[in-house]
């Protein structure tokens, strides 16, 4: 991995200047500079803008043009001063593409070996496709970069002949093997033809790679009957999966040291470089010490970051309410507003019943929305009106608060995640790729409200089905109910649900701007593509479950020691080995190294050059 600076040759042209044009005298500098200047923030649209494909294209090229340096200054027992022969190079050279950003890799590789280094078609190929391996880390069809091939021929003329060759070839082979299925062939095509012709990176990724994954069990399954279901066909010995993983020195060591200290009292800290240690802990369930250890650990997180809240949105939390915790970018498909729908569905049965027994909640959202991502950007402002209502009702006072965290970041996650009670993880199932959030959640004692969505699946594999609430349709149910989905037959026939949705649509949290979340309830009765409606009422009946459990705290903590006992699968060191294992070709090594400032002896520096 490597970040790159486009840097100008030419920083001043005296002659413009001489001649008055002083705009003109930096103009080169600042045109080539924009190239890394501001990175486009994908997210989970994909908009075909041209900037954003010559970054893609300045960040491969760097990198590759970096790795063809090495690998010919590095002698890997050669006698010759510089390397001449490739043969090695997927021996010692392993291109990961992080989804289809850096897919131009392919073509780049292929233009370097045969238009620099003179190799025939068929040998730079070969030695491309051993290279390079594609994770895949969306199913969402908007999110896969579709280039426009006028683009492509404008910036990159070379490269979309290689593209064109490249599918030329691969189309062959598809006839070869489907004789007459044209609509195979046209299925599996890198350049579609319609609406815009364009080239399909996540084709081109798939061809030109020796192996393909996604990041859990349940994504990669989707990949391989669904999305890519065409390729499977072709090349099933291609498809694997590498289930997604967290670094516990980050997420848990570093981000929550009372745990950490409280588990290495009882099992030692072999944990922190082996997860699956945190199994030991198991034994520690009925322990009434530990537990109660546990519980305090928990609420010293809760009153530090209450405090720091307080300074930062001015909003008094209860410490002792559950902190109820969804944190993750803000896009539909991963359901911010049916937990917003849930808030006001709290707020209008406190309303209704000032006196009533309730659990009290501090419900956090966190997240940042693409920029030009509208219904994103609504969706923030409206959980921020409903705070605004709720936060200060008297009659609500410390039974319900909202927060929206801003300025979500890996620093506020850090003080976030070990204080949270509840992880929300309910994206519609089939619809997330893995997720990353809900395994630190777990790593960090919080239980977990999520579909059968993700790594969701396997946590609850690994945990068991009683220590995580589930709710909503499965991956199956969703396809079946998808054709006679109808969301407003839901609104018709669930009272609360009607009502939380008539007040957005009449101003009720908004009376300075009552049409404000007009285009919101438009997508939830008429375009809810993602079926909030369809699992609300599960959803609510599930929280309803989680509130329960939390007056009960010695069940509820023995809950959370499970989870943390669980989460060995989801270290990051377990995914880099089956990454190196599997498709990289290499045996991991466990050998610690030497602090920076510590000299290495002679045998580590020839260990680390050989490799």
């Known amino acids: ?40 923030p994908n997210d989970n649209f994909f908009e075909g803008k041209e900037l954003r494909l010559k970054q893609e294209y300045f960040m491969v090229a760097a990198t590759l043009q970096d790795i063809i340096r090495r690998f010919k200054s590095s002698r890997f027992g050669c006698r010759d001063p510089v390397r001449t022969s490739f043969d090695t190079f997927p021996d010692k050279v392993a291109i990961q593409l992080n989804d289809t950003h850096p897919a131009l890799a392919i073509p780049e590789l292929m233009r370097i070996f045969m238009d620099i280094e003179g190799l025939t078609w068929d040998k730079a190929w070969d030695l491309t496709v051993r290279s390079c391996a594609y994770t895949n880390h969306t199913i969402l069809p908007e999110a896969l970069e579709r280039w426009p091939v006028d683009m492509m021929n404008q910036v990159l003329p070379r490269h979309l002949q290689i593209i064109f060759e490249i599918n030329s070839k691969h189309l062959a082979n598809v006839s070869d093997k489907y004789p007459g299925d044209m609509d195979r062939v046209r299925r599996m095509s890198i350049i579609e033809e319609s609406p815009v012709k364009c080239i399909n990176m996540a084709h081109l990724s798939i061809v030109g790679s020796h192996a393909i994954n996604g990041v859990a069990e349940i994504h990669s399954g989707i990949i391989r009957t669904q999305v890519f279901k065409d390729f499977y066909d072709i090349t099933p010995e291609k498809f694997q999966n590498k289930t997604n993983g967290i670094t516990p020195r980050r997420w848990l060591l570093l981000c929550n040291p009372g745990l950490s200290d ?309 270290s990051s060191d377990r995914t880099i080995t089956d990454y190196a294992r599997d498709i990289w070709g290499v045996e991991p090594q466990t050998l610690k190294l030497p602090a920076p400032h510590v000299p290495r002896d002679k045998g580590t520096n020839v260990e680390l050059e050989s490799y």
């Open 1 to 40: 991995m490597r970040l790159w600076s486009a840097k100008s040759p030419n920083s001043f042209n005296l002659s413009f200047f001489n001649d008055g044009d002083y705009i003109q005298a930096v103009c080169d500098r600042n045109i080539a500079e924009n190239i890394s200047r501001v990175l486009y």
């Open 262 to 570: 409280i588990i290495a009292e009882k099992i030692g800290d072999e944990w922190t470089t082996d997860l699956y240690k945190l199994r030991e802990l198991l034994s520690f369930v009925d322990n009434a010490e530990f537990c109660k250890a546990v519980r305090k650990v928990k609420q010293e997180s809760k009153m530090k970051l209450a405090e720091y809240l307080q300074k930062q949105n001015g909003v008094q939390i209860n410490v002792d309410s559950m902190f109820d915790v969804q944190v993750k970018r803000i896009h539909e498909y991963k359901r911010q507003l049916m937990n917003a729908l849930h808030m006001i569905v709290l707020y209008n049965r406190i309303k209704s019943n000032p006196s009533g027994s309730f659990v009290s909640r501090t419900i956090m959202i966190g997240g940042k929305a693409a920029p030009g991502y509208h219904m994103a950007k609504q969706i923030i402002y409206l959980i921020n009106c409903i705070a605004r209502v709720v936060n200060n009702d008297p009659i609500v006072g410390e039974k319900l608060k909202i927060i929206f965290l801003e300025n979500y970041r890996v620093s506020l996650a850090e003080k976030v995640i070990p204080a949270s009670d509840l992880s929300e993880q309910i994206s519609l199932a089939g619809t997330e790729a893995s997720g990353t959030g809900n395994m630190k959640f777990m790593l960090n004692g919080a239980l977990t409200i999520g579909t059968l969505d993700g790594a969701n699946v396997e946590m609850r594999e690994e945990m068991g089905k009683e220590n995580i609430f589930i709710f909503g349709m499965t991956v199956k149910e969703v396809e079946e109910r998808r054709p006679t989905y109808h969301s407003i037959d839901y609104y018709e026939k669930n009272p609360e649900l009607k009502l939380a949705i008539d007040q957005i649509r009449d101003g009720y949290f908004s009376a300075h701007e009552p049409d404000a979340f007009k285009d919101i309830v438009k997508v939830l009765l008429h375009h809810d593509r993602f079926m909030l409606l369809a699992d609300f009422d599960d959803y609510v009946k599930c929280q309803e479950r989680v509130s329960k459990l939390y007056q009960d705290p010695d069940q509820w903590t023995k809950m959370c020691i499970k989870n943390i006992a669980a989460s060995g699968k989801f």
